[in-house]
């Protein structure tokens, strides 16, 4: 595709539900990225994938926080049993060779 | 303290002034730097970015690096009301994740 998509754009979530938050990269960029942003702070890593190999999970909060991207292109950020300090965006981004991270749109979630 | 520092603003310029951004960083692992833009409620935008110190200009924007300093700038031209926004700088090794500053809030007034 043209960029990053992500969806839902906005997902209202109750506390103790899971969610799972979706992201399709730009074609043929072999790194993703995973990060949250908090309002009035810029974002903050959570994982990091090149094709299927996720290279670095330091950033997530909790084991409650899981990510995946089995067939190295869409990628899947899953959060169970939400809590309300999970409310945050949630920031896609993919690189390829030569170039810098692209990010989408993010994906605004409110735990309730 | 974090390792990239940003003045948080609030900026506000007159159209037409110049803007100068700065961030300041400690990890001197650092290789890329980049700056990006970020509207309300969207996404953050690649604006730039630059390997190593030096200059990079682009139309009405300007990226320095300075590494013995730890120091990186982001000059605007010729402001428009267009620009304003939130500007978030941002820097890497060589591969991997990308550490970000919190952004500076700019407000340029027609």
Redesign the interface.
């Known amino acids: 595709g043209a960029g990053?998509s992500?969806s839902p754009r906005y997902k209202v979530a109750k506390r103790g539900q899971d969610v799972a938050l979706r992201c399709d990269p730009i074609s043929g960029h072999v790194s993703l990225?995973w990060?949250q942003q908090a309002l009035?702070?810029?974002?903050?890593?959570l994982t990091?994938f090149q094709n299927e190999a996720q290279?670095?999970k330091s950033?997530l909060p909790s084991d409650r926080f899981f990510a995946e991207r089995p067939e190295g292109s869409v990628s899947t950020l899953k959060i169970q049993r939400t809590q309300q300090e999970d409310s945050a965006v949630y920031?896609c981004a993919s690189r390829g060779r030569g170039?810098?991270?692209?990010?989408?749109?993010?994906t605004?979630l409110t735990v309730v | 303290q974090k390792e990239?520092e940003?003045d948080?603003g609030p900026l506000s310029v007159p159209e037409g002034a110049i803007v100068s951004l700065n961030c300041t960083y400690s990890n001197s692992a650092f290789q890329?730097f980049?700056w990006?833009r970020q509207y309300s409620?969207?996404?953050?935008?690649?604006l730039m970015?630059t390997y190593s110190s030096g200059n990079k200009e682009d139309g009405r924007f300007t990226a320095q690096v300075d590494k013995s300093s730890k120091y990186i700038s982001l000059f605007i031209r010729d402001s428009q009301p267009s620009d304003s926004a939130t500007y978030?700088c941002?820097m890497r090794g060589m591969a991997?994740?990308?550490?970000?500053?919190?952004?500076t809030t700019l407000t340029v007034k027609p």
Do not use: H, I, N, W
């Open positions: 990053v992500q990225f990060y009035g702070q810029g974002p903050e890593f990091y290279l670095d950033g920031l170039t810098e991270a692209f990010f989408g749109q993010g605004r | 990239v940003q948080p890329y980049m990006y409620r969207k996404g953050p935008e690649l970015y978030l941002a991997g994740k990308s550490t970000f500053g919190d952004g």
